[in-house]
């Protein structure tokens, strides 16, 4: 590994494999649907919990709520994303996706795979399995 120590550091592996990931996904599949990462992430977020709100949404994908508010209002001009004029409760307007954020949202889905199997391509079927597994206990939501 380039004069690494047998034993990196997990964070600095995760970071690795995320960036290698954003990047196969950003360049195969995001860029041709005129999407960026924070905005692919917050469409997989409110698909899975809807009615987040900018400061939710802001914490989930680790960027400012004024990054967020950016992401958010330019899904909205897109018709991919709606939330009330009028906030509820205090400032908090709870965001949801539309039915053309949940149509691009599943286009994404085969070129994301894909991405994945070729980041996972040296794994056995059973080692990205336990791979998946693993990474998925370790995250809380």
Known sequence: MDGLPDDPPLGFLLHRAANALRADVTATVLEPL??????????????????????ELARDINVSPQAMNVVLRSLEDRGLVVRPADAASGRSQPAKL??????????TDPGVRDAERRMLAHLSTEERHVFKRVLMSLVTD
């Open 34 to 55: 005129n999407l960026t990462f924070p905005q692919y992430i917050c469409l997989r977020i409110l698909s899975k919990k809807p009615g987040r709100s900018n400061a």
């Open 98 to 107: 539309t039915r053309a954020g949940v149509r691009l949202l599943t286009r």
